[in-house]
Nanobody, 129 residues
Framework: QVQLVESGGGLVQPGGSLRLSCAAS????????IGWFRQAPGKEREGVSC????????YYVDSVKGRFSVSRDNAKNTVYLQMNSLKPEDTAVYFC??????????????????????WGQGTQVTVSS
């Protein structure tokens, strides 16, 4: 089955850190830009970050700039999202997905939902004291 599998979520106190992983199952991440999205209860899915395949391009939504960092290890077929200084408003289910149309990310262009596929089940991140 072709999909991405997210892991690393959990419960963390405000100010804490988590590292999410996004591993490919059944296909290679080669040539795809990978996006991270999140969805809080009652809200629309939001593009949080994106990383290009090999050009180092990245994108971060304003609310996470300076706190989140995206990286990828193409040899391990895995993408990571390091989340520091977490806030209660970061609470959401986090998803990763592959961009079937682009291999790079625009620094000021939010991930476009319909360009992405191979969605995983998501991983819950809860920031609470």
């Amino acid at each position: 089955q072709v999909q991405l599998v997210e892991s690393g979520g959990g419960l963390v106190q405000p100010g804490g850190s988590l590292r999410l992983s996004c591993a490919a199952s059944g296909f290679s991440l080669d040539y795809y830009a990978i996006g991270w999205f999140r969805q809080a209860p009652g809200k629309e899915r939001e593009g949080v970050s994106c990383i290009g395949y090999s050009d180092g391009s990245t994108y971060y939504v304003d609310s996470v700039k300076g706190r989140f960092s995206v990286s990828r290890d193409n040899a391990k077929n895995t993408v990571y999202l390091q989340m520091n200084s977490l806030k209660p408003e970061d609470t959401a289910v986090y998803f990763c997905a592959a961009n079937l149309l682009r291999s790079s990310c625009g620094p000021s262009v939010a991930p476009i939902l319909h360009e992405y596929a191979y969605w995983g089940q998501g991983t819950q991140v809860t920031v609470s004291s």
